[in-house]
């Protein structure tokens, strides 16, 4: 994620920020230009935007206050790039429903952002509407046998229950199944990775090189996840594997390590926007240095990504732990991992 700033007065700016605290002015962000605007009212529904010149349109999701994308004035759509891929949302009528869309927009949101940085296919199912990529965010019913939603995907159409965006019930789910790390947008670029298989592995006839480092994706899904579950969790994954639940599966090995490409891209351009270098040499002879000098959307290779975001989960994780917080990364990147990891990245830049 890049660095904000407001244009009229300077004050540093969130993402997801829709005023300036210092100045007060109206802001957008604008998904065409890549940056957080202030805003000039023109009149009506139009807002001059100070970063371009230009007029657009608030989407029409800021009134409910779950988005701050702007639409170009001349351009037809009412919804944002972000919220036209929405196809169900929660009932707002329901209890603290709001608040839940609301979280789960913000991870959405900076799902898409990353997805346009990197210039992937985005279509939404006005685009093409047999494969086009929507979510539906479904709540539980209220019977105490009632169904009960499970986050996945299914041909472009990804679920996600609602009560992963409750803190608290994530986090009892996070230690009910052992995991180290669950989070809204964890959830959001792991099941976009099931997406992207389909356009970029799938679709692009890449099965052949896929199969050589992920495995065979035809051995049946339900009895896999069936032995993964019943299965003692031992050591032997993580020689091969990004985590447990990755080696359940090809599908979910590929979805698992396409998330891990994404955190990596995205935390890296937040370190190279403040300037984050790492410059550690606690016996005066052993070094760990990485200097966050480059785009990690358009990185040469692999190497460049990882040689970067080792120290750097180092120097996060050391972080958290002088506060008293567990590991923002609890990963170990094995060999094999990390050739995993490259194959994504060079699926993405082949994919331009």
Not at 38 to 61: F, H, K, M
Not at 85 to 90: Q, R, S
Not at 210 to 231: I, S, T
């Amino acid at each position: 994620m890049k660095v904000f700033a407001c244009q009229a007065c300077g004050q540093f700016l969130y993402f997801e920020n829709v005023l300036c605290e210092r100045c007060g002015r109206s802001l957008g962000y604008l998904p065409d230009r890549n940056t957080v605007s202030a805003l000039e009212p023109v009149d009506g529904n139009r807002w001059t935007a100070l970063a371009s010149g230009t007029a657009y349109r608030p989407c029409e999701n800021r009134e409910p206050g779950v988005c701050n994308w702007m639409v170009p004035a001349e351009n037809a759509e009412t919804f944002c790039a972000a919220c036209r891929h929405n196809h169900t949302i929660p009932d707002l009528t329901v209890g603290e429903n709001a608040e839940l869309w609301r979280k789960l927009e913000y991870a959405k949101h900076r799902l898409i952002y990353t997805l346009l940085c990197l210039k992937l296919p985005l279509p939404d199912r006005n685009e093409n509407p047999e494969h086009g990529l929507v979510f539906d965010f479904l709540g539980e019913a209220p019977e105490p046998h009632g169904h009960r939603v499970m986050t996945g995907h299914d041909n472009g159409l990804i679920t996600l229950a609602i009560r992963e965006a409750d803190d608290a019930e994530r986090e009892r789910i996070r230690t009910e199944m052992g995991e180290p790390y669950r989070t809204l947008l964890g959830h959001f670029r792991h099941e976009s990775g099931h997406y992207f298989w389909d356009l970029l592995v799938r679709d692009r006839n890449k099965i052949d090189s896929f199969r050589k480092l992920f495995g065979d994706e035809r051995a049946d899904y339900a009895e896999a996840l069936k032995a993964h579950y019943a299965a003692a969790p031992g050591y032997e994954w993580q020689d091969n594997y990004i985590s447990i639940y990755a080696s359940a599966h090809p599908w979910e090995d590929f979805a698992e390590t396409w998330a891990h490409y994404l955190h990596i891209v995205d935390t890296l351009e937040t370190a190279q926007a403040f300037g984050v270098q790492i410059k550690a040499r606690p016996d005066g002879k052993t070094a760990l240095r990485a200097a966050i000098d480059f785009d990690p959307h358009e990185a040469p290779d692999i190497e460049t990504l990882i040689g970067a975001w080792l120290p750097l989960s180092f120097a996060l994780n050391s972080l958290n732990r002088s506060m008293g917080q567990p590991d923002i990364y609890p990963f170990v990147l094995a060999p094999k991992v990390i050739e995993k990891i490259g194959y994504i990245r060079n699926l993405v830049h082949d994919a331009r």
